[in-house]
């Protein structure tokens, strides 16, 4: 099977042999894609001339609407859905639920978001400002849908949510998306970008996918255009500088490597319900997606006095994890993408251990269940512990993408503050403390230098939503190496795919402009 490209509102074969996807547990080649052949500047002009005016013809609530439709299309093939995601990711329905029914959500989140946007087809951004002594004469903020295209380019890791949730904001500012995912697991992808396509609820150029390398799509952007890349630090570095985003100021949102945090308040007591909140979120973050999440906690920060307690609970219930192939439902956590990036995970643990120590590593007698280690791109759930947190290096540089992570001790809360910080930059921190005023101070500490943090106490213990767990009401980004970018955040995600101007001129005319417009709220 070849995996068709979507462009120029035609479906097109790419030449070559391609790139072969397989199933991560059986190593059986499962499609194959490929993006030879495709014209770049062709399929963004399109969905440029098509795509975008078709949109912008529509007010948000209509666009709201749109959205509405391309939901049901995705609950309707859902089982389906379920089957690539098992087969392409090895992973397990717990898993695969995670990235499926988190973009449908998604997707209606921003359908209800929308509902009180009317007609309007652009912003208003605050009230007319008076610009001297003639109060006739003042000036009014507007911001328009951007009249270029939405390139997403995404990673391995969610292949459905990836899509979905930088689409829906893009398509409901008026914007026709282009998508590039990685293409070790295109498929899903693919498969959800065809049945809406063929469902016809989108405009035809609204909605464009390309499997396989990128080729010179970059060449092609312009200033109208919006590239939002989630991936490595390198890949980004790479977009970023290219000539054509750097000459014609091409906006970039980037969401990339992140080695969050779990930070255990000073107060800790074994037989704290925060003690077991936190044990349960690392494990379950070190083990869903068999770590396979931006959002994984990497480092586990602990009160010096509460390290070998925290090590012994944490070891006890990764003791407890089978492993294996996901098609057996007893197994709860599945194997990494592929050989590439086992081998990776195999490279960096290799890295981190030369500054840590190993608490659990599956033991040399590790066997994924129903399958064959040497086939399979399995990793066991890998806890390590660091004695020297402020001399370690790798433990604050090295992001190894799969089910690990290392325990960090720390001597006060300004060091676990510092200590946290060492990962120049991170998508979201998790504090946990019976003591109000520790979370109240450790979020404003944090908040600089991590995107998102999450504060928990035993009043939220059954309650919250997760660590690793993106809700699109919040922001989603980080600082610094994790990108710099922001995503989501409820309607706050439409402003990147809007240009806005100021517009001076008399009241009269400045009201008539603002008549068409809806001013956002929070």
Same mark, same amino acid.
């Given at each position: 099977?070849?995996?068709?490209?979507?462009?120029?509102?035609?479906?097109?074969?790419?030449?070559?042999?391609?790139?072969?996807?397989?199933?991560?547990?059986?190593?059986?080649?499962?499609?194959?894609?490929?993006?030879?052949?495709?014209?770049?500047?062709?399929?963004?002009?399109?969905?440029?001339?098509?795509?975008?005016?078709?949109?912008?013809?529509?007010?948000?609530?209509?666009?709201?609407?749109?959205? /509405?439709?391309?939901?049901?299309?995705?609950?309707?093939?859902?089982?389906?859905?379920?089957?690539?995601?098992?087969?392409?990711?090895?992973?397990?329905?717990?898993?695969?639920?995670?990235?499926?029914?988190?973009?449908?959500?998604?997707?209606?989140?921003?359908?209800? %978001?929308?509902?009180?946007?009317?007609?309007?087809?652009?912003?208003?951004?605050?009230?007319?400002?008076?610009?001297?002594?003639?109060?006739?004469?003042?000036?009014?903020?507007?911001?328009?849908?951007?009249?270029?295209?939405?390139?997403?380019?995404?990673?391995?890791?969610?292949?459905?949510?990836?899509?979905?949730?930088? /689409?829906?904001?893009?398509?409901?500012?008026?914007?026709?998306?282009?998508?590039?995912?990685?293409?070790?697991?295109?498929?899903?992808?693919?498969?959800?970008?065809?049945?809406?396509?063929?469902?016809?609820?989108?405009?035809?150029?609204?909605?464009?996918?390309?499997?396989?390398?990128?080729?010179?799509?970059?060449?092609?952007?312009?200033?109208?255009?919006?590239?939002?890349?989630?991936?490595?630090?390198?890949?980004?570095?790479?977009?970023?500088?290219?000539?054509?985003?750097?000459?014609?100021?091409?906006?970039?949102?980037?969401?990339?490597?992140?080695?969050?945090?779990?930070?255990?308040?000073?107060?800790?007591?074994?037989?704290?319900?925060?003690?077991?909140?936190?044990?349960?979120?690392?494990?379950?973050?070190?083990?869903?997606?068999?770590?396979?999440?931006?959002?994984?906690?990497?480092?586990?920060?602990?009160?010096?006095?509460?390290?070998?307690?925290?090590?012994?609970?944490?070891?006890?219930?990764?003791?407890?994890?089978?492993?294996?192939?996901?098609?057996?439902?007893?197994?709860?956590?599945? &194997?990494?993408?592929?050989? /590439?990036?086992?081998?990776?995970?195999?490279?960096?643990?290799?890295?981190?251990?030369?500054?840590?120590?190993?608490?659990?590593?599956?033991?040399?007698?590790?066997?994924?269940?129903?399958?064959?280690?040497?086939?399979?791109?399995?990793?066991? &759930?890998?806890?390590?512990?660091?004695?020297?947190?402020?001399?370690?290096?790798?433990?604050?540089?090295?992001?190894?993408?799969?089910?690990?992570?290392?325990?960090?001790?720390?001597?006060?809360?300004?060091?676990?503050?510092?200590?946290?910080?060492?990962?120049?930059?991170?998508?979201?921190?998790?504090?946990?403390?019976?003591?109000?005023?520790?979370?109240?101070? %450790?979020?404003?500490?944090?908040?600089?230098?991590?995107?998102?943090?999450?504060?928990?106490?035993?009043?939220?213990?059954?309650?919250?939503?997760?660590?690793?767990?993106?809700? &699109?009401?919040?922001?989603?980004?980080?600082?610094?190496?994790?990108?710099?970018?922001?995503?989501?955040?409820?309607?706050?995600?439409?402003?990147?795919?809007?240009?806005?101007?100021?517009?001076?001129?008399?009241?009269?005319?400045?009201?008539?402009?603002?008549?068409?417009?809806?001013?956002?709220?929070?």
């Amino acid at each position: 099977m070849r995996l068709p490209n979507y462009v120029g509102g035609s479906w097109v074969e790419g030449a070559g042999p391609g790139t072969a996807l397989v199933d991560p547990v059986t190593g059986e080649e499962l499609a194959r894609a490929s993006s030879e052949g495709i014209d770049f500047a062709a399929a963004l002009a399109h969905a440029r001339t098509a795509g975008g005016p078709a949109l912008r013809t529509l007010g948000y609530a209509a666009r709201a609407e749109l959205l /509405a439709k391309v939901a049901d299309v995705l609950s309707s093939n859902r089982k389906a859905y379920f089957e690539i995601a098992l087969r392409n990711s090895g992973s397990p329905e717990a898993d695969a639920a995670v990235d499926i029914d988190g973009a449908i959500f998604t997707l209606k989140y921003y359908v209800r %978001a929308a509902a009180g946007l009317g007609s309007a087809r652009y912003l208003r951004d605050g009230e007319l400002a008076r610009l001297g002594k003639d109060e006739g004469f003042q000036g009014l903020h507007v911001a328009q849908p951007l009249r270029g295209v939405a390139i997403l380019i995404n990673a391995f890791n969610f292949p459905a949510w990836g899509l979905w949730e930088k /689409a829906a904001p893009a398509l409901l500012s008026g914007v026709p998306v282009l998508v590039k995912p990685a293409t070790v697991t295109a498929w899903l992808t693919q498969r959800m970008v065809e049945d809406v396509v063929k469902a016809g609820v989108v405009p035809e150029g609204a909605l464009s996918i390309v499997c396989g390398g990128a080729g010179d799509l970059l060449d092609h952007v312009t200033g109208a255009d919006a590239l939002s890349f989630t991936g490595s630090a390198d890949t980004a570095l790479r977009i970023r500088s290219h000539p054509a985003v750097l000459r014609r100021s091409t906006r970039v949102n980037v969401e990339a490597d992140s080695l969050n945090v779990a930070l255990l308040g000073p107060d800790a007591r074994r037989d704290a319900q925060e003690f077991d909140l936190l044990v349960r979120e690392v494990v379950r973050e070190m083990t869903q997606k068999a770590g396979q999440k931006c959002t994984a906690i990497r480092r586990i920060l602990v009160p010096a006095a509460a390290r070998s307690a925290i090590e012994e609970a944490i070891q006890a219930r990764l003791a407890k994890t089978t492993v294996g192939n996901p098609r057996n439902k007893d197994v709860r956590m599945g &194997p990494l993408v592929s050989k /590439a990036q086992q081998q990776a995970a195999i490279e960096g643990t290799a890295a981190l251990r030369r500054e840590t120590k190993v608490v659990f590593d599956g033991g040399p007698e590790f066997k994924p269940i129903e399958a064959d280690a040497a086939v399979g791109a399995f990793v066991p &759930p890998t806890l390590l512990a660091c004695d020297d947190a402020l001399a370690a290096r790798a433990v604050h540089d090295v992001e190894v993408f799969g089910p690990v992570a290392t325990i960090v001790p720390y001597a006060d809360p300004a060091q676990a503050f510092a200590i946290a910080r060492m990962g120049q930059g991170s998508l979201v921190a998790s504090v946990f403390s019976a003591d109000a005023g520790f979370l109240a101070e %450790a979020a404003s500490e944090l908040a600089d230098s991590h995107g998102r943090i999450l504060a928990v106490n035993a009043a939220v213990g059954a309650t919250h939503t997760g660590h690793g767990n993106v809700m &699109p009401m919040c922001l989603h980004g980080g600082p610094g190496r994790a990108g710099g970018g922001e995503e989501l955040g409820g309607l706050r995600a439409l402003a990147f795919y809007h240009r806005r101007a100021a517009i001076q001129g008399h009241v009269d005319v400045l009201n008539a402009i603002a008549a068409h417009a809806v001013e956002l709220k929070y």
